[in-house]
């Protein structure tokens, strides 16, 4: 299902690397018609940058600079930072309702203060 993920968190991750954040990889924990449930590991964030940091879908011009499709099933989904008392810092991606798609392709909007 999540495959082709790779290469917009690949983006994603080189994008925000230069700036001091980036993204490593995605672990779900849900199947195929099942609501998602996911986690993308946030690498090297600092306690500022995560205090300050949102995530969100990427807008529909992000989308198409990337060549990605915006499909209307991505709409359907959740981005939460969570700070882990591990340190292993993530991003929580969910949905309310089953996933019936085997692949999806998305990009996420970060913002921090630094």
Do not use: C, H
Not at 11 to 18: D, I, K, P, R
Not at 42 to 58: E, G, N, R, W
Not at 67 to 83: D, P, S, T
């Amino acid at each position: 299902m999540l495959r082709n993920l790779v290469a917009a968190l690949a983006l994603a991750s080189f994008a925000q690397a230069a700036l001091g954040l980036g993204l490593g990889s995605l672990q779900k924990f849900s199947a195929l018609n099942e609501p998602l449930s996911a986690q993308i590991e946030i690498l090297s964030a600092s306690a500022t940058d995560f205090d300050t940091l949102t995530v969100k879908l990427a807008d529909a011009e992000q989308f198409e600079r990337a060549g990605i499709l915006r499909e209307a099933v991505l709409l359907g989904l959740k981005f939460q930072a969570v700070q882990a008392r591990s340190g292993n810092d993530y991003i929580q991606v969910t949905s309310q309702y089953p996933i019936k798609e085997p692949y999806l392709n998305f990009l996420l909007e970060m913002n921090w203060a630094n």
